[in-house]
Structures are given as C-alpha cells and as structure tokens.
C-alpha cells in the first residue's frame, strides 16, 4: 500500500485526538511520537486501520477525577483533585504509578497513562497500562498530614481498584511511605488482606525485593545493552543523572558498580557537580531519610559545586546521559550540549524526558537513544514480578528479582531493535519500541472484538 494511505491514516487520528483534548499538550505530545512510529506498521499491515486500532488505543477505557479533602496539622482543610486513568486492559489488569505533584492534571496522566500501554507491553509481562494522582504537593509535609492525605486519597480510589482489576503503584511524590498508607486504608476498607492490590509495598507485607532498585538499575541494564551492541561498556564513563529521586538514586548506584563515574545529579531547585564522582551515601540520606534538598549536599562535600539552574545539568560534558527527573527536562539546547561535549548515550529513566526536538536530534546525529518506554520498564516489570509473588503467596531472593530484570531488559532491548530493523528503521529504538509494543496490545484487542 502506499505510505501516504497510513500516513493520511495516522495523522486523520492525531488531528482528532486534538481536537478532543485541547490544551492536552503533553498528550497530544505523547500520542504524536507513537503516531509516527506506527506509520511503517499500517503501511506493511493495513488491516490495522479497519479494525480502527488508533482510534480505539488513544481513548483512555475510563477516566475517574475526584475529590479528595484533607485536614492538615493546623486544622485547616485543603482539597485536591485525584485522578485514576484506566487506559487500556487488553493485556492485563490496568497497571501503572501514582503520581502526587503539583503539576499533575488531565494531560499529565494521561500522557502517563498512555506511554503505560506500550511500556507494559514491551516488558512482556500480562499487563495493562493505568496511571493516576493528585496535584498534591508533598513537600514540607509532616508525616501525618502525608497519612491523612492517602487515606483521603484511597477512601475515593478504592472504589475502582483491585488486584485483579487495577493494581497502582508509586511514581513521582509516591514511595514506600506514601503506599504504605494507601494500602493500610485500602486494607481496612476492604475488611481483608489483599496484597496484589498495589506494588512498591515494603518487604514485610508483600513487597518484592530489589522493586526499589528496578527502575534505576533497569535503565542502567538498558544502556549497558545498547553499548554492548557498539562494543562498548560503561566502564570508565562519565555520566551525568538529573534527579535525585528513587529512579535517579539507583541509576547511580548501578553505573557506579558498572566502572563509570557519576559527576552530577539535580532536584527541582538546583543541581551538584561532583567532579570526584558523587558520593552516594549522601545523597541516599538527604533524600530518603531525611527529604532535604540537594543543595545540602555542599555541607558535607564542599568541593562539590552547586548551581540553581537545574536545566544546566545537561552543559557537563558526559559520555552517557540519564535524564531521570521528569517530562521535557532536556531540550533542543540541552541535546545540542550534550552533542557538542561528544555524548555517547542517552537512557531516559523518567517518562519523556526529552522534548520531541531533543529526540529527533540524537536520532539525526546516530547517538545511542534509550527512549523512557523501553529504557525505564524495568520498574513496572518487576512490579509485575512483585504481583506474581503476592498471587503465589511467596517472596524471591533479591538476586532472583535482580536477574530476571536483567534478562527482561536484554529481551526489551533485543525485541526493540529487531521492530525497527523489520519496519526499515534500524537502529531507531524509538520507532522499535513503540512498534514491538503496540503490536501485541493491538492484537490482543483485535481478538477480543470490539468491546
Ligand atoms: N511509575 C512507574 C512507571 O512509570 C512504575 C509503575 C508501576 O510500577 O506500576 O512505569
């Protein structure tokens, strides 16, 4: 067929996505980079486009806002919106993070939500894609007013969840704090012990090991494939990481084990160049313990710089960049920077954090591009392993957890980059992911009619 049926095709969808979502723009964004990449796919398959598979796979299965009041320490009453989007349940129970930030709102998560299909799809795992949270701002938060928030926040979700239906779990302003005061109010709702309800739980009640460490070190895994299929290695590397959350934390932690060295990370006031290599330990417990800024940092390491611009991270010359912050951190300048110091490798362990420009460029200049989809599943993978152990009523050893997200990992990088070589796109993990994800969740629909 002529590529201007499925061009015509996929641009007929993007424009009516559109115009249903005005002022969606991360998820006219994200809907647009999938769009694209599916173009080679109705040109060598166009049953596709009668089955209306675009149409069907950009219109979320439900979408629930809700109210969620809250009392904080003072006794003042505050009320934030909650949102659970139920994206797509052909493969699996909807499944995917809960994000408390202030910047959340409809086009946060449904562009979330909507990058969850092809994500969960690709890990191979029997997973839907969901994604959900509040424009809630934890920080400066006491402890209990974080409780009474979650347990606001539940009484609503409550509703629409279960382990067989709808399993969350954490992202960004959501750890293992936040859900385990999710799953005590969603257990006492219930009135019974269901640990498949959510994932990212602690250990001693049905968490899975090395769950903490998956994303960070999934990307890690990704990248190192990548470089391995250019006869590289991460040994004696330079990298920089934005963020210093939970996926930023254990990027550091595996490239560091790896051989290479890590010389800056950032938060949302600011970054820190350790040009020594940062020190992890420090990092560790000014964000996991005691949830200070970065900036604290320089107390103990006053060699280190600090800069408030936290979009300047990506001016440190690197050989691997891991961009674990959030959407749109690196830009069209930011990719030009990084070129110019001869970066090597991009893993995108936040969900789209490279703005569409940024992608384009390192596709252009041939850069090993690991795009979040692909690069950042191992998280959600082994939340998948963690509801595998909850159903089977058992728990894994850390390096049985460790191995088969190594193994996934291999298998995403390996089923990316045979897609894009089989749709004429070699060596395009962009194109490759979306198309080797998007196929299995398009004919799982289609065999299961149009419902
Ligand atoms: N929030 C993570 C993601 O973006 C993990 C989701 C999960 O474990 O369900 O994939």
């Known amino acids: ?32 980079e999938i769009l694209d990449s599916l173009v080679p796919v109705f040109e060598k398959n166009p049953s596709y486009i009668d089955h209306a598979i675009l149409e069907r796979m950009v219109e979320p299965e439900r979408i629930i806002s809700f109210r969620i009041p809250w009392v904080d320490d003072q006794g003042d009453i505050h009320v934030n919106r909650g949102f659970r989007v139920q994206f797509n349940s052909a493969i699996g129970p909807y499944k995917g993070g809960l994000r408390f930030h202030p910047s959340v709102n409809a086009s946060i998560i449904k562009f979330l939500g909507f990058e969850q299909i ?31 928030f979650c347990q606001s926040f539940m009484s609503e979700l409550a509703k629409h969840i279960g382990p067989d239906t709808d399993v969350p779990a954490g992202d960004i302003g959501v750890g293992a704090r936040e859900i385990g005061y999710l799953f005590g109010q969603y257990k006492k709702m219930q009135g019974s012990f269901q640990a498949g309800v959510l994932t990212g739980k602690a250990f001693e009640f ?17 990248v ?60 560790k417990r000014l964000k996991e313990v005691e949830r200070k800024r970065i900036k604290e940092y320089l107390t103990e390491h006053p060699n280190a710089q600090y800069s408030e611009k936290s979009e300047e991270i990506w001016t440190i010359p690197c050989d691997i960049a891991l961009p674990c912050a959030t959407q749109n951190e690196l830009d069209k300048d930011a990719a030009n920077h990084l070129i110019k110091n001869g970066v090597i490798a991009i893993g995108e362990g936040a969900n789209m954090p490279c703005t569409t420009e940024a992608v384009d460029l390192f596709i252009e200049k041939a850069i090993l591009f690991g795009p979040g989809k692909a690069a950042n599943a191992g998280g959600v993978a082994v939340s998948a392993l963690e509801m595998a152990q909850n159903s089977a009523h058992l728990s894994w050893k850390f390096e049985e957890v460790d191995e088969k997200l190594q193994d996934i990992m291999k298998d995403i990088y390996r089923n990316s980059v045979e897609a894009a070589e089989e749709h004429g796109k070699s060596g395009n993990l962009v194109v490759g992911a979306n198309i080797a994800g998007f196929l299995k969740v398009a004919d799982a629909m289609i065999a299961q009619g149009v419902i």
């Open 206 to 222: 049905g968490g899975s090991l090395a769950r903490k460490e998956a994303t960070g070190y999934g990307t890690v895994y990704f």
């Open 1 to 32: 067929m002529s590529s201007n049926v499925a061009l015509n095709y996929v641009n007929d969808v993007y424009h009516t996505v559109k115009k249903r979502n005005p002022n969606e723009k991360e998820f006219q964004q994200a809907v647009k």
């Open 224 to 283: 190192q494939e990548m470089l391995k299929g250019n006869n590289d290695d991460l040994n004696g590397k330079t990298v920089v990481v934005s963020g210093s959350g939970n996926v930023a934390i254990y990027a550091i932690e595996k490239a560091t084990e790896l051989g290479a060295k890590v010389v800056a990370c950032s938060d949302y006031n600011g970054y820190i160049y350790d040009k020594d290599g940062i020190k992890l330990d420090t990092v």
């Open 118 to 148: 092809f994500k969960n799809s690709l890990t191979g795992q029997p997973i839907g894609a969901g994604k959900g949270g509040a424009d809630f701002d934890p920080k400066g938060k006491s402890d209990n007013e974080i409780m009474r």
